[in-house]
């Protein structure tokens, strides 16, 4: 069972920096998009950051300019590197995959189980 895994996140002062990591658990035959999303209390969520499978990639304004995603492509994992933290960035990380499993299978959407990001001012 093919399930995503996600480190990285804590608490952290306004202006500082965290990195997210998430990879895949179980063998999957190829990733058509890895991402995240985030939650905060109270909001919908929302998009955070995304990165295709042809390494374009696509970012919330609210980001722009201080979160970067990047992608380690032999170990099935996305990286989000977040700098400038501001505490309105506090929320629930969640990493997000369209992933196919097997070859002739179709394309499906995974989810991470969310980790905390905490920005104190």
């Known amino acids: 069972q093919v399930q995503l895994v996600e480190s990285g996140g804590g608490l952290v002062q306004a202006g500082g920096s965290l990195r997210l990591s998430c990879t895949t658990s179980?063998?999957?035959?190829?990733?058509?998009?890895m991402g995240w999303y985030r939650q905060a209390p109270g909001k919908q969520r929302e998009l955070v950051a995304t990165?295709?499978?042809?390494?374009?990639?696509n970012y919330a304004d609210s980001v722009k300019g201080r979160f970067t995603i990047s992608r380690d492509i032999a170990n099935n994992t996305v990286h989000l590197q977040m700098n400038s933290l501001k505490p309105e960035d506090t929320a629930v990380y969640y990493c997000?995959?369209?992933?196919?499993?097997?070859?002739?299978?179709?394309?499906?959407?995974?989810w991470g189980q969310g980790t905390q990001v905490t920005v104190s001012s």
């Open positions: 997000n995959a369209f992933l196919r499993v097997r070859a002739t299978g179709g394309v499906y959407n995974y």
């Open positions: 990165i295709i499978s042809g390494g374009s990639t």
């Open positions: 179980g063998i999957i035959f190829s990733i058509n998009s």
